[in-house]
């Protein structure tokens, strides 16, 4: 069975996630549909846009970049295509995380996040 890719997602850095819901909220149309004071899921239409709280310090979860996050549907197919073209390794892959998702995720040459995610 092949990997069905249904959205990517972009994860922005927020130093006050609650300050910039409003904002969002106000001046974009993004509304908060779930979350916490660390991570935020806003949705306008259909069209999501995820909040992370990041420090700015040398222990940045973002490490400096940015993030992205691609839903898939039927995930082990891409999980084992990138584990043979050595992008991951096999420990990277997270089932039934907290959040309800199963998920891997890397670095590119840039420094940035991608993840691959599908919602259980």
């Known amino acids: 069975m092949k990997t069905e890719i249904l959205q990517v997602v972009s994860v922005l850095p927020s130093a006050n996630i609650e300050r910039d819901v409003k904002w969002h909220a106000e001046k974009t149309g993004f509304h908060w549909i779930s979350g916490d004071h660390m991570y935020a899921v ?6 999501y846009l995820h909040l992370q709280w990041h420090a700015d310090t040398e222990d940045d ?3 400096g970049g940015s993030v992205i996050k691609v839903f ?14 050595g992008t991951v390794t096999k ?3 997270r089932l039934n995380t907290a959040w309800g998702t199963n998920e891997f995720g890397f670095y590119d040459l840039n420094n ?3 993840f691959i995610v599908e919602d259980n």
Do not use: G, M, S, W
Not at 42 to 47: A, F, G, T, V
Not at 72 to 85: G, S, W, Y
């Open 112 to 114: 940035n996040a991608i």
């Open 42 to 47: 806003l949705k306008r239409e259909n069209i």
């Open 61 to 63: 979860p973002l490490n």
């Open 72 to 85: 898939v549907k039927n995930l082990q197919p891409i999980f084992d295509e990138f584990v043979n073209r």
């Open 91 to 93: 420990e990277k892959l």
